[in-house]
């Protein structure tokens, strides 16, 4: 079985603050994929990123990156110098890989930030 | 870019009362799926569906149906609203042809049962 583990219910910093978000997954597949999802107020789930098991590189992205370690499975997201829009729950996600095209997401039970301006 | 509509924002019905919600996807992707959202317990899966009349069973897909007969539209079905069905509902689509594709949400349907 699939488990994702977000063990910070809530964060607040103050803007322009670093701030990191952890994920810890469990999984028997060997590959898989790993996302992250923003929900600002609106309600909408935003796609941020996604990883394969294979790619072990750390992602950047504008002010976000991405530390994905295989050997401690867990795959954080770091939110350099935060701004009030950052303000979100944010999930993390697992799917194995599927050759049907059909996988299932299993999320984490998300993280709301809360950036103080 | 993706356009997943959910029918409704917010709608409040009463205990028993069968409900539905609909979910159109602009796409033509041929995964849909349903979630329900509740605080401290993430998203969880109730039903999704790879094709035109196909549907499976997700985590918690009790108390539920869903009805896909036309690619774009996947419709949640509560048969007899209870009030712990009192919850967020987000649907959500996926390309299958490229497989391992990002899901893409609707706004969701703040669902009150009284």
């Known amino acids: 079985a699939q488990k994702v583990t977000q063990a910070q219910t809530e964060i607040s910093v103050v803007e322009k603050e670093d701030v990191t978000l952890d994920c810890v997954y469990e999984?028997?597949?060997?590959?898989?994929?790993l996302f992250w999802y923003k929900q600002p107020p609106s309600g909408e789930l935003v796609f941020l990123i996604r990883?394969?098991?294979?790619?072990?590189q750390n992602e950047i992205s504008g002010r976000y990156s991405w530390n994905f370690q295989k050997s401690t499975s867990s795959f954080n997201f770091t939110i350099t110098a935060s701004q009030v829009v950052d303000s979100a729950v944010y999930f993390c996600?697992?799917?194995?890989?599927?050759?049907?095209?059909?996988?299932?997401?299993?999320f984490g039970t998300g993280t709301r930030l809360t950036i103080i301006p | 870019d993706v356009k997943v509509t959910q029918s409704s924002r917010y709608l409040v019905k009463r205990t028993g009362e069968k409900v539905f919600l609909e979910c159109v996807q602009d796409m033509d992707h041929e995964n849909m799926f349903w979630y329900r959202q509740d605080p401290g317990l993430g998203l969880r899966l109730i039903y999704f569906s790879y094709d035109v009349k196909m549907k499976e069973k997700g985590d918690i897909p009790e108390g539920y149906s869903v009805s896909r007969e036309k690619k774009e539209r996947f419709s949640l079905i509560l048969e007899s609203a209870s009030t712990n069905q009192t919850s967020m509902y987000l649907c959500?689509?996926?390309?299958?042809?490229?497989?391992?594709?990002?899901?893409?949400f609707g706004d969701g349907t703040r669902l009150s049962i009284l």
């Open positions: 999984t028997r597949d060997t590959t898989y994929y």
């Open positions: 990883r394969n098991s294979f790619d072990e």
């Open positions: 996600a697992l799917s194995a890989i599927s050759n049907f095209g059909n996988e299932k997401l299993t």
């Open positions: 959500a689509s996926s390309d299958r042809e490229e497989g391992n594709q990002p899901q893409h």
